[in-house]
Nanobody
Framework: QVQLVESGGGLVQAGGSLRLSCAAS????????MGWFRQGPGKEREFVAG????????AYADSVKGRFTISRDNAKNTVYLQMNSLKPEDTAVYYC???????????????????WGQGTQVTVSS
């Protein structure tokens, strides 16, 4: 089993920045695909960003491309999401997730992910 714990959420004004962290423990593997999802009030959970170390691949939702960056520190077993130029529509609970799927392409559908964190709230004011 893998445990994931997100941190770094909070309240920020539009145009500001936040960095989310996802610390992994348990039977982790650097070969797992790691992803970030978010769910705003009354909205479906959506893919935000993902990374596969084995193929050095990253992927981003169109809505965050150019503003958000996913990165890893394998020594710390931690995945980060740097969020810049935040907009009110970025307000959501953000979740990190891990997938055991063997693929060179970042999975973007939530059903491919096996392990999930508890979520951290990000609120962007106008």
């Amino acid at each position: 089993q893998v445990q994931l714990v997100e941190s770094g959420g909070g309240l920020v004004q539009a145009g500001g920045s936040l960095r989310l962290s996802c610390a992994a423990s348990g039977r982790t593997s650097s070969s797992y695909a790691m992803g970030w999802f978010r769910q705003g009030p009354g909205k479906e959970r959506e893919f935000v960003a993902g990374s596969i170390r084995r193929s050095d691949s990253t992927a981003y939702a169109d809505s965050v491309k150019g503003r958000f960056t996913i990165s890893r520190d394998n020594a710390k077993n931690t995945v980060y999401l740097q969020m810049n130029s935040l907009k009110p529509e970025d307000t959501a609970v953000y979740y990190c997730a891990a997938s055991r799927i063997y693929t060179l392409v970042v999975p973007t559908q939530e059903y491919w992910y096996d392990y999930w964190g508890q979520g951290t709230q990000v609120t962007v004011s106008s």
